[in-house]
């Protein structure tokens, strides 16, 4: 049986000011090349089990092992260089062009500057933004869709195993969100090992991206299964409600239509 990419092993996290647990007894194990979306209403713990895989914050006990190994036990820089992050806010570099923003890292990494420049036209590519037309151009000169797909290249620019997303589309239009969306799914299908962990709040996101669908509530895993599987049976009452505001709108539009 192949190891897990990523694996939880009873992790809790506890905010000294929170007046709940962030995190309880999370256990979980993510493969290599699966697309895993996390799904959950605010403040269930989603962006925070996100950043404790790349140890943005910190567990308070279980053990996190990435490629088998325990995260605390791997130097933090090493171990987020094979991690891209991409979030809603993007914070690309004002001062860089976008070919400096996607170069920050292979830079760090010592590549020489023609595999740098190589790489900047080819994750562009990824991303459908022409190198030719956008290399040059400073983050003020993209429009929020834009600098959202930069923010992808750039943190795809390194190759990195796992690719950890928080709410990478939350601020853009429905149309450009869509397409995104699907631009997404296409580059992870071009890779059989690259493993993406999206977090959102959209349950047609969630249920349209991801291979297997996490389902959080108040800092626990309700459900972590095939969309489909969890659609046929849904494991708690509040993700019976949560298929049923789906139902609730599919309805709407048909008495609409
Ligand atoms: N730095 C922090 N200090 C104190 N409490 C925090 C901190 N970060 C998160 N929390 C608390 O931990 C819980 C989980 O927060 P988290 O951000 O993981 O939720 P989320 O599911 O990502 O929510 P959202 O969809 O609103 O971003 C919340 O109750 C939140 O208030």
């Known amino acids: 049986m192949q190891a897990p990419m990523i694996q939880f092993d009873h992790v809790n996290k506890n905010f000294p000011q929170g007046k709940t647990q962030a995190v309880r007894d999370l256990s979980f194990d993510i493969f290599s090349g699966e697309f895993i979306t996390v799904l959950g209403t605010s403040g269930s713990g989603k962006t925070t089990t996100l950043k404790m895989i790349n140890r943005l914050i910190e567990a308070d006990s279980g053990t996190i092992r990435f490629n088998g190994q325990d995260i605390k036990s791997q130097d933090v820089t090493d171990l987020r260089r094979q991690m891209g992050y991409v979030v809603q806010e993007v914070g690309l570099f004002p001062h860089l062009t976008v070919a400096g923003n996607i170069?920050?890292?292979?830079?760090?990494?010592?590549?020489?500057?023609?595999?740098?420049?190589?790489?900047?036209?080819?994750?562009?590519?990824?991303?459908?933004?022409?190198?030719?037309?956008?290399?040059?151009?400073?983050?003020?000169?993209?429009?929020?869709?834009?600098?959202?797909?930069?923010?992808?290249?750039?943190?795809?620019?390194?190759?990195?195993?796992?690719?950890?997303?928080?709410?990478?589309?939350?601020?853009?239009?429905?149309?450009?969100?869509?397409?995104?969306?699907?631009?997404?799914?296409?580059?992870?299908?071009?890779?059989?090992?690259?493993?993406?962990?999206?977090?959102?709040?959209?349950?047609?996101?969630?249920?349209?991206?991801?291979?297997?669908?996490?389902?959080?509530?108040?800092?626990?895993l309700c459900q972590f299964d095939r969309p489909q599987a969890i659609i046929q049976a849904p494991a708690t009452p509040f993700v019976a409600a949560l298929m049923d505001t789906v139902k609730q709108q599919s309805r709407l539009w048909s008495e609409l239509s």
């Open 103 to 220: 170069a920050v890292v292979p830079e760090l990494l010592g590549w020489s500057k023609g595999q740098i420049k190589a790489r900047v036209d080819q994750v562009l590519d990824l991303v459908h933004l022409p190198a030719a037309d956008y290399r040059d151009r400073y983050p003020k000169e993209l429009s929020g869709g834009q600098q959202q797909r930069v923010g992808v290249a750039r943190a795809l620019a390194a190759n990195p195993k796992v690719m950890l997303l928080d709410e990478p589309f939350g601020a853009i239009d429905a149309i450009t969100r869509s397409s995104m969306q699907t631009e997404l799914k296409e580059i992870q299908q071009q890779f059989d090992d690259k493993t993406f962990v999206l977090v959102t709040h959209d349950i047609m996101e969630a249920f349209t991206l991801g291979d297997r669908v996490m389902i959080m509530d108040q800092g626990q």
